[in-house]
T-cell receptor, first 113, second 114 residues
């Protein structure tokens, strides 16, 4: 079993929809949680970063962390065709782990006009 | 804003050849990470360096080696290339390792082994 599980989708939604992307993790030592967006054949782009339970909002994006359930989510409001990409959750144990990121499998999202 | 630079962007090699990938981190970032992403796969951590010293090691084959230089750029050296080494290789950089490090990725080097 992977340390970080993410539903690979694919997920297809109409423009303007609210998108919910989720990951679960097994290692309670994980402390820092990130969401990356990756367009085809491009490098992952950091979208959101959080390290505590609760919500963090940035424009149309909201990251949610529930450490008690080991569950993280990314919500995209008013989704746009330009949001079509693969979304990767990434988790870091922090401390002496020296920053190694463990990724989920990625969810392929398509937003159609 | 300056981003992580990787070169070359594309590389084609034959089996058993060697390859060298280069990474130039964001200015003032002192930590570099290397990841390998196979087709349809998530990035897998290979190795990282902090202040020119290896700081962590993941699933990196013994045929691969890497180092970070005094100007903080890093090179990933790959020898005896195999077909299975064909992948996207990403470099990421951050300001200090561990803790609240936000890693910023480069555009990647696409390696094809024939």
């Amino acid at each position: 079993q992977k340390e970080v599980e993410q539903d690979p989708g694919p997920l297809s939604v109409p423009e303007g929809a609210i998108v919910s992307l989720n990951c679960t993790y097994s290692n309670s030592a994980f402390q820092y949680f990130m969401w990356y967006r990756q367009y085809s054949r491009k490098g992952p782009e950091l979208l959101m970063y959080t390290y505590s339970s609760g919500n963090k909002e940035d424009g149309r994006f909201t990251a949610q962390v529930d450490k008690s359930s080991k569950y993280i989510s990314l919500f995209i409001r008013d989704s746009q065709p330009s949001d079509s990409a693969t979304y990767l959750c990434a988790i870091n144990a922090g401390g002496t782990s020296y920053g190694k990121l463990t990724f989920g499998q990625g969810t392929i999202l398509t937003v159609h006009p | 804003a300056a981003g992580v630079i990787q070169s070359p962007r594309h590389l084609i090699k034959e089996k058993r050849e060697t390859a060298t990938l280069k990474c130039y981190p964001i200015p003032r970032h002192d930590t570099v990470y290397w990841y390998q992403q196979g087709p349809g796969q998530d990035p897998q951590f290979l190795i990282s360096f902090y202040e020119k010293m290896q700081s962590d090691k993941g699933s990196i084959p013994d045929r691969f080696s890497a180092q970070q230089f005094s100007d903080y750029h890093s090179e990933l050296n790959m020898s005896s290339l195999e077909l299975g080494d064909s992948a996207l290789y990403f470099c990421a950089s951050s300001l200090s390792p561990g803790g609240t490090n936000e890693q910023f990725f480069g555009p990647g080097t696409r390696l094809t082994v024939l």
